[in-house]
Each structure stands twice: as structure tokens, then as C-alpha cells.
């Protein structure tokens, strides 16, 4: 099926007599007729559900659909993308390890990756975006265990070098994770690029409306984890809490997916609630709809802003002025995400006076959802960043981050004019 089929219909097919939309199977806990039954299920020798927090049915059908979309083996929900983050690295990577980190990432993952991970004795390299391939070889270490990066950063917008990190990534003999929020499976497929490892904050275009948290892990079944056992033990040798079991065996190419869910959910347990996965479901049915308007208001609105006399600077992927538009147009040539940068010529006062007066656009702590709204991340998402960082992160002390809805386009444009004037 095509994306657009999947996002109305992928995930679940009822039989006869059964919901025609998915239900929310709001239940803690499933009831077995035997002991032996349900014991099987503790040795993973059987699947079934029996405890809500390491699989649920709706939570299942809206992990499949998304897993659909980006072209992956298997999927799991958690309840946040800074858990769908944290998971994804940890699944495979560990006290003594090494992750490179591309500096371009949404200021949360940044803090996540950089400051806290290596409270848990995980080291972290960070690699500008631009990188040469020498520079990015060289961030590369005997205990690096994976590379991390983000398809469109929020909110620098710089577009990811798919290839150029896939290719450093798999000659060191490790996988490439790439967080693909702002596109979403939409208007870029990471998974096509050599990207191993997908993730989401649902919370954003998935779910579209604002109303819930959310969060994704895809994996490609790519990643050959036998041919470098040496590096991931906890994938490739015995896990002695499941009688030994070795997931690479069991479930080859869903092995990571599957560590995920029996080890990481079992024992950090951050589970996406039903009713909550339910919503999201909700918001993948139109995503492909959405993502269009998105695109082409974000499009006629970052040309209106160029030619505003204004505006100091304009960066949105789409624009040929901008730094990444060959890469966008090579990775995501149909259109890259609803969201725009912009910095006014009066500077970070300019910006933040400007905001206070818009009246369509909402100051608010989100983006990506169907109405449009801003946001200063240097006053706001990104204050914890210092000067320094904020430079490499791509984000400037004027920056305005402009999450462009899908209202009328000429409506958006008139708030910015007034507020503007
Ligand atoms: C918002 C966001 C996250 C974090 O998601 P939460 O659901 O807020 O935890 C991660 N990555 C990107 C790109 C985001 O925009």
C-alpha cells in the first residue's frame, strides 16, 4: 500500500464482526485459562499480551501503522519522544560506550544526550552536520556503539546528511539512529538513506492536534548486530532474566525492537497509555493531508518573509537560498515540514516585541501540530544551552521558530504583517 492508504487504513484489519476502528483496549491485564500458558508468555516462547506496560493491542496497531509508513520489521510506543530517544540508545548502548551525536538536535535530546547520558557513564562525542568525512571519522572510537542524528533539526532546520553519516556509521561497524520527527514518514523515509534505527515524538505532526505526548522507535531490521557481536553483547549473547535467551537467535532481524520492548519497557516502563495511542491514531489517519498543507503554506510563507524588507534572514529548507536545499531536495523533494526560522532585523528585542503581538499565531511551548504558532527558543526550549552551544546547535539569540498550521496561508500572513508593523 501507498503511505497515503496506510495512514487511513495500516495497522489493523478487523475480522468479520469486529471494530471497524481501532478499539481502546483500556485493560492493565489479559486473562489465560492455564498457569502453563502465561508462563510461556514471562519466557517470551509464546507471544501474547498480558501486561499492558510491555504490549497492548491499540498500542500495537499504532506502532504497526507507524512502522508501516517508514518501511520498518517493528515498532514500540512509548509515552514521550525523550523516551523514544533515550530507549533507542540505551537499547544498545551502555555504561562504557560512546555515541557520536550530530549537534544539530531539538534542544531536549541535546540535554538528554550530552548532559545526562554521561551521568550514566556513556561518553558523547558531538560532530557539526557540516562535517567533512574526515571530521566525522575521527569522532568515531574503539567503544562508539551508535551515531545519532536528526532528519530536520528542531529548530536549526538543518537537513541530515543520510548517506554521509550512514557510511561513516556502517564502516565502524555501528548503527545510524535518526530522529524523524519534523518530516515524518511523509515527506522523508530515513529508512531508504541507510538509516538503521528511526525515531518520533508523536506529540508532533503524528499526532497533529496538539492534545497528546507520544513517542516512537522504528527499527529497519537492517543492522547486521551478528557481524559485530563483539560490540553488543546485550543483543547477541544470553539474557540470563529470560532463561538465557539470545534475541539475535529468537527473533533475527527484530532483534533491537524486541530487546526494546522485553528488557528497556519492562524495566523503565515509560508505555504510551491506550487511550492516549488511540489519539495519536486519530492524527495519523490525516497526516498525510496535513504534511501537504503544512509544506506549502511553510513554502509561500518563508518566500513572503524573504521579501520582507523587515526580516533580517529566512531559513526553511525549501527556499533555494537556503544552506540545505540540495540536501532537502535530494531526501525529501516533495517538501520537509511546516516549520520555519526567521530573525527580524531588529534583532532578539525586535523578536520577541513582534511575538507578543500576534494574534493568530499562539506563543506557545509546541510545534508542529494544525494551528500556527512561535516560539523564542533562545528565551525559551534552548535556555539551558549557553552561548557556545546554541552556536552549534544552529540556533541564534534572535532566531524565531514560526510553526506554520494549516489555516488559510493568507490569514497567517496578515498576523505576521500587523504584528510585524
Ligand atoms: C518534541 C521533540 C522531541 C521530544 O518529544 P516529547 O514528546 O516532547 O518528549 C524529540 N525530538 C524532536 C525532534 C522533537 O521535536
Redesign the pocket.
Known sequence: MKRETICVQGGYKPTNGEPRIVPIVQSTTFKYDSSEEMGQLFDLEKSGYFYTRLANPTNDAVARKICELEGGVGAMLTS????A?FYAVFNICEAGGHVVVSSAI?G??FNLLVNTLPKMGIEVTTVDPYCTEEELNAAFKDNTKCVFG?SVA?PALTVFDFEKFAKAAHSHGVPLIV?N??PTPIMCRPFEFGVDIVTH?T??YMDGHAAT???CIVDSGNFDWMKYKDKFPGLCTPDETYHGIVYTERFGKAAYITKCTTHLMRDLGSIQSPQHAFYINLGLETLHLRMERHCSNALTIAKWLENNEKVAWVNYPGLESSRDYKLAQKYMPNGSCGVISFGLKGGRKAAEEMMDKLKLAAIVTH??DARTCVLHPASHTHRQLNDEQLKEAGVSPDLIRLSVGIENVDDIIEDLAQAMN
Request: charged fraction near 15%.
Open positions: 514521550s519522544g525523550q523516551a530517544n531539538y531536549g535530546t536528526e528542531n530522529d520527527t519534523f515524538a506529540t508532533k505526548i507520544g513517542g510545534v508542529a
